[in-house]
């Protein structure tokens, strides 16, 4: 689906922006299963993080079925997701850099669209089912020469140890293990103070 022609397209209510014209970075939040970020809103997430003063592009899988359904009738498929994560970058000129951060569901959409789209780094959190972990196997194996990817799990939960250790050894890929808080990752790190410390620091635009 090219996006191009249609200037304005409805996400029914599944992606929500913040545009900062003097900030050079932007990122990507992918929400767990059917919009949940461990009872956290989307702000909340952003202030928790300390990343609300940057470019942001908050989306949700309605359908929980790796955006194969896309998020709306204008937005249907998985292809027309990724185009619209292109046009949504072309749309913002001024940024330089490109971040994904995502938990549980919402990880492997952050591992998947920074590897197809080939952002700057990666923070899937807790990232968890075995068609997605299958997927990513099959693809992340050649590097797309830009992405890191920093993989947080604990091996307290099967699902989540058997998804991140798949990926042992792959291009670009750092498995940080985080113990005592099994699935529920962002508020784990928020209860150890290391949320906000997980993303660098605001970058202005040049001039």
Same mark, same amino acid.
Request: charged content about 20%.
């Given at each position: 689906?090219?996006?191009?022609?249609?200037?304005?397209?409805?996400?029914?209510?599944?992606?929500?922006?913040?545009?900062?014209?003097?900030?050079?970075? /932007? %990122? *990507?939040? +992918?929400?767990?299963?059917?919009?949940?970020?461990?009872? #956290?809103? !989307?702000?909340?997430?952003?202030? $928790?993080?300390?990343?609300?003063?940057?470019?942001?592009?908050?989306?949700?899988?309605?359908?929980?079925?790796?955006?194969?359904?896309?998020?709306?009738?204008?937005?249907?498929?998985?292809?027309?997701?990724?185009?619209?994560?292109?046009?949504?970058?072309?749309?913002?000129?001024?940024?330089?850099?490109?971040?994904?951060?995502?938990?549980?569901?919402?990880?492997?959409?952050? /591992? %998947? *669209?920074? +590897?197809?789209?080939?952002?700057?780094?990666?923070?899937? #959190?807790? !990232?968890?089912?075995?068609?997605? $972990?299958?997927?990513?196997?099959?693809?992340?194996?050649?590097?797309?020469?830009?992405?890191?990817?920093?993989?947080?799990?604990?091996?307290?939960?099967?699902?989540?140890?058997?998804?991140?250790?798949?990926?042992?050894?792959?291009?670009?890929?750092?498995?940080?293990?985080?113990?005592?808080?099994?699935?529920?990752?962002?508020?784990?790190?928020?209860?150890?103070?290391?949320?906000?410390?997980?993303?660098?620091?605001?970058?202005?635009?040049?001039?």
């Amino acid at each position: 689906m090219n996006i191009s022609g249609k200037t304005k397209l409805d996400h029914g209510g599944n992606i929500a922006c913040l545009t900062r014209k003097r900030c050079s970075q /932007l %990122f *990507f939040v +992918y929400s767990g299963m059917k919009g949940a970020m461990e009872g #956290l809103s !989307p702000m909340t997430f952003l202030q $928790r993080s300390g990343i609300s003063d940057r470019n942001v592009a908050c989306l949700r899988d309605p359908n929980g079925c790796l955006y194969e359904k896309g998020i709306s009738d204008d937005i249907p498929n998985l292809d027309a997701v990724l185009n619209w994560h292109e046009a949504h970058i072309a749309a913002n000129p001024h940024v330089t850099e490109i971040y994904a951060v995502g938990n549980s569901h919402g990880g492997w959409a952050a /591992l %998947f *669209f920074g +590897y197809m789209l080939g952002f700057k780094k990666v923070w899937a #959190l807790a !990232p968890g089912g075995p068609r997605g $972990r299958d997927l990513l196997v099959n693809l992340m194996d050649q590097d797309n020469g830009i992405t890191q990817y920093d993989v947080l799990y604990s091996r307290e939960i099967a699902a989540d140890r058997d998804f991140a250790e798949s990926l042992t050894g792959f291009p670009g890929v750092n498995l940080i293990r985080h113990e005592g808080h099994g699935h529920l990752m962002i508020n784990g790190l928020i209860q150890d103070g290391l949320l906000p410390g997980l993303f660098p620091a605001h970058k202005a635009i040049e001039v």
